[in-house]
């Protein structure tokens, strides 16, 4: 069992910055951030490999979003700046302990967080 906890949402204006924080009970494997606007499907945001070395961003916010993570800390980043209105909505850290990269779909990964609420307004 995996217990993750999502931290650092919050309201923002267009342009500005957030950085998200998921705390893990312990190693976590693949990693990755996803997102849910309400009345659309969960969708991937930004993944990394056990080692950090390999990532994955969905082109909506490659070069906008970083993800990172701390394996000392048992903790998984997601920096985001530029943000923009449509970056809205929950957004929920996801572990898969035994994991072969690429994981980059919502299936991939098998523990998830309770979300954290993103909100950018014009």
């Known amino acids: 069992q995996v217990q993750l906890g999502e931290s650092g949402g919050g309201s923002v204006l267009a342009g500005g910055s957030l950085r998200l924080s998921c705390s893990t009970s312990?190693?976590?494997?693949?990693a990755g951030w996803f997102r849910q606007a309400p009345g659309k499907e969960r969708e991937g945001v930004a993944t990394?490999?056990?080692?950090?070395?390999?990532?994955y961003y969905d082109g909506s916010v490659k070069g906008r979003f970083t993800i990172s993570r701390d394996n000392s800390e048992n903790t998984v980043y997601l920096q985001m700046n530029s943000l923009k209105p449509e970056d809205t909505g929950v957004y929920y850290c996801?572990?898969?302990?035994?994991?072969?990269?690429?994981?980059?779909?919502?299936?991939?990964?098998?523990?998830w967080g309770q979300g954290t609420q993103v909100t950018v307004s014009s």
């Open positions: 996801a572990a898969k302990p035994f994991c072969i990269w690429p994981a980059t779909r919502a299936s991939d990964f098998n523990y």
């Open positions: 312990r190693y976590t494997g693949c």
């Open positions: 990394i490999s056990p080692g950090g070395v390999n990532t």
